[in-house]
């Protein structure tokens, strides 16, 4: 793989590791750091200052009481065994996490027009993520965004009017950024993609069909 | 290795070893009543109280004990282990879904454990336990704020002008080597 040019931000590694993120915004974090170390040691990073908190915290005293009971309830749990979890592994160019997120089946795309294809991976109150599939050389619509988009390249690569995507960059995009994406000529982009707000497309999608098509 | 202080790994790490090689129970015990009540202070920052909160920190320490075998003292403290552990527990009872989470990093058959990035990372994570310690209370709010509170990015707001940055660059100076190294080992 060649190496990563575009990472993600400090303060959402930040805000990823205090659990501040929607679920979208931390799939791509979480995909991200699976193929990124420097991301990786970042959020481990993090996660040394969020230690260091919870140790200088002033323990909750006034529960003592409550404390000893759950100890010797989990105390005689140790040698029960660990309740089943389905463990996801990286299939193809999709890293764990997105494996999880398609509860271990391949995507299912839905053509959006022009060869682009999207497979919804959650929608919420809080935004959406999804798979984009975008023919060598198509340009995804001009578009600004409402809110925060992060796009995370899988497969191929992308470049638009801020520099060029690979496999593992992230293009982080906020409120001011009117980009047009254009795939590159070798093999489809794959992108995951997330935003916490619906996008707005200057042409080619009516306004009225984005509820249809959730994009 | 000498008893000198600095040569010691920090008791609540040292009780995570002794877990995770000899399923040292009384160390489990210790661990239990050091992190459960700042696991309950760090729930209740976020509202969650009673058999909320006792469900959750029964749950994070049950894999503290399964999950031993992947703690890894040359990347985090024991600290900062059960931290993760506490909030990826905490998001995935608030959300309906599972948290994302990135891949284990597996190395294979590491020869030897590393005990020199261990002691380095504990020296360190010593470091940052003395600058929280001599915040302004103010500052000691913020950063409490963002790491233990309600979980809203928005006010998760720059605090690396705090005195913390400087130790927290060097920490991550240390897994960014660390990390070149076991890129070594796993391309070998």
């Known amino acids: ?215 | 290795m000498d008893n000198d202080a600095e040569s010691r790994l920090c008791e609540q790490t040292a009780w995570l070893i002794a877990v995770r090689d000899n399923r040292d129970r009384d160390a489990f015990a210790r661990l239990f009543e050091f992190y459960a009540p700042r696991i309950r202070t760090m729930l209740a920052r976020s509202g969650r109280f009673g058999t909320a909160a006792d469900d959750i920190i029964q749950d994070v320490m049950l894999r503290v004990w399964r999950k031993s075998a992947q703690f890894d003292p040359a990347r985090a403290s024991a600290s900062a282990w059960i931290y993760r552990i506490a909030r990826n527990r905490h998001i995935d009872v608030i959300r309906k879904d599972a948290r994302p989470v990135p891949e284990e990093l597996y190395i294979e058959n590491t020869a030897e454990p590393d005990a020199a990035g261990g002691l380095a990372l504990d020296q360190e994570s010593r470091r940052l336990r003395e600058a929280i310690g001599r915040l302004r209370p103010d500052q000691r709010a913020v950063i409490e704020q963002a790491y233990m509170g309600e979980l809203s990015h928005t006010e998760i707001s720059e605090i690396s002008g705090l005195p913390l940055g400087t130790i927290k660059s060097r920490i991550r100076l240390g897994l960014d080597k660390l990390r070149h190294e076991l890129k070594d080992l796993r391309t070998e």
Not at chain 1, 24 to 34: D, E, Y
Not at chain 1, 167 to 196: F, K, M, N, Y
């Open chain 1, 1 to 215: 793989m060649s190496p990563m040019i575009h990472h993600i931000p400090e303060h959402l590694i930040r805000a990823y590791a205090v659990g501040g993120l929607p679920q979208g915004f931390s799939l791509v974090v979480a995909a991200h750091i699976s193929v990124c170390d420097e991301c990786r040691a970042r959020l481990e990073t993090e996660e040394m200052a969020g230690g260091a908190i919870l140790e200088a915290l002033a323990p909750d005293t006034a529960t003592d009481g409550r404390d000893t009971a759950l100890l010797a309830a989990v105390m005689a749990e140790l040698d029960d065994p660990a309740p089943a979890e389905p463990v996801f592994v990286r299939s193809g160019i999709f890293p764990a996490p997105v494996m999880q997120a398609l509860d271990g089946r391949p995507p299912r795309w839905r053509p959006l027009g022009a060869g682009i294809r999207q497979t919804i991976l959650n929608s919420d109150r809080e935004g959406s993520v999804r798979l984009l599939f975008i023919p060598p050389g198509e340009a995804v619509p001009d578009h600004s965004h409402n809110g925060l988009e992060l796009t995370m390249v899988l497969q191929g690569s992308f470049h638009d009017e801020t520099g060029a995507f690979n496999v593992g960059d992230v293009e982080v995009a906020d409120g001011t950024l009117e980009h047009s994406p254009v795939a590159g000529t070798g093999a489809p982009c794959i992108c995951l993609a997330a935003t916490d707000a619906p996008l707005r497309f200057r042409r080619f999608l009516p306004r009225l069909l984005q509820p249809v098509f959730r994009i």
